[in-house]
């Protein structure tokens, strides 16, 4: 099993750009999230799904959208992207018994 | 909504030492208690969780308390070697398919 992947694992935008993040699991997991972490402030959640086509908000939603078309894929977009949205980006997935993470997504927004 | 504090920030241990990590927690509702370690450049690993039916659960080094009507839990590690180096989050959730919270780390390093 690769548990939970993500791609790409670097990129760097220019501000107004946008871009879509892949997370892939293969534990048959129903329960999906994306996380930002910044310096100093954790792990903060963005949107999260918890079951195949459903969507719902999390901490810091603004700026970002998702979708959740399969089961083992959970999309993050930026369609106008910020330098606020430099940060480091995890997606995890659980069965709800504790949360899997992704190995991260560096992006950085000039 | 559930708001976790964590302490402290910053821990230095000199090895084979024990290390003790603490969290809070506000919602009583909460009943799911787990901890991530995360090493430099990877993801956070969960490494142990507690349940609110348990006072305490251990895994060979490390170790999980709670105490629910103080509402605060622990993470011990006894022992400690230089890959016990890394951050750490505590987390809290009402279980099921609630969403966690996570406390905000700590950088464990350990001296040898």
């Known amino acids: 099993n690769a548990g939970v992947t993500q791609t790409p694992k670097f990129r760097v935008l220019k501000t107004g750009q946008s871009m879509t993040l892949l997370c892939a699991q293969d534990m048959n997991h129903e329960y999906m999230y994306w996380y930002r972490q910044d310096p100093g402030m954790g792990l903060r959640l963005i949107h999260y799904s918890v079951g195949e086509g459903t969507t719902a908000k999390g901490e810091v939603p603004d700026g970002y959208n998702v979708s959740r078309l399969k089961k083992q894929n959970f999309l993050l977009g930026l369609e106008s992207a910020a330098p606020s949205q430099t940060s480091v980006y995890f997606c995890?997935?659980?069965?709800?018994?504790?949360?899997?993470f992704g190995p991260g997504t560096r992006l950085t927004v000039l | 909504g559930e708001n976790v504090e964590q302490h402290p920030s910053t821990l230095s241990v000199q090895e084979g030492d024990s290390a003790v990590i603490k969290c809070t927690y506000s919602?009583?509702?909460?009943?799911?208690f787990p901890w991530y370690k995360q090493e430099l450049g990877k993801g956070p690993q969960l490494i142990i969780d507690i349940r609110s039916n348990v006072g305490e659960k251990k895994d060979q080094r490390i170790a999980v308390t709670l105490n629910k009507t103080a509402k605060h839990f622990s993470l011990h590690i006894t022992e400690t070697q230089p890959e016990d180096s890394a951050v750490y989050f505590c987390?809290?959730?009402?279980?099921?398919?609630?969403?966690?919270?996570f406390g905000t780390g700590t950088r464990l390093t350990i001296i040898p």
């Open positions: 995890a997935s659980s069965d709800g018994q504790g949360e899997f």
């Open positions: 987390a809290a959730s009402k279980g099921g398919n609630e969403k966690l919270t």
């Open positions: 919602d009583s509702a909460s009943n799911y």
